[in-house]
């Protein structure tokens, strides 16, 4: 599966985590916190994920990109990428 996650738009990290689980079609039960993140990316199989427009962001996600990288490096079947 390819993902392109584009965030430029969400205003806080409660809109960012909003468009990252709707793009990657989490379950219901997602928690909307970076552990919850992290338990979700290294579920998935077979993933490629490009992040997009997440320079323009007006507020700190480094712990959102830093999950990202964490997960990739746990998860084999992840690829992340910032674009």
């Known amino acids: 599966m390819n993902v392109t996650i584009a965030c430029g738009g969400c205003a806080d990290k409660t809109e960012l985590h ?3 689980a709707e793009a990657l079609d ?3 039960w997602y928690g909307h916190n970076l552990d919850a993140l992290m338990d979700c990316l290294t579920d998935l ?4 994920i490009t992040i997009v ?3 323009d962001l007006a507020f700190d996600a480094d ?9 990739q490096q746990e998860n084999p079947d992840l690829k992340v990428a910032f674009a």
Request: charged share 30%; with cysteine; glycine share 10%.
């Open 53 to 55: 427009g997440y320079e």
């Open 45 to 48: 199989e077979d993933t490629a």
């Open 26 to 28: 989490f379950p219901d």
């Open 63 to 71: 712990g959102f990109w830093e999950t990202f990288e964490d997960a």
């Open 18 to 20: 909003a468009c990252i």
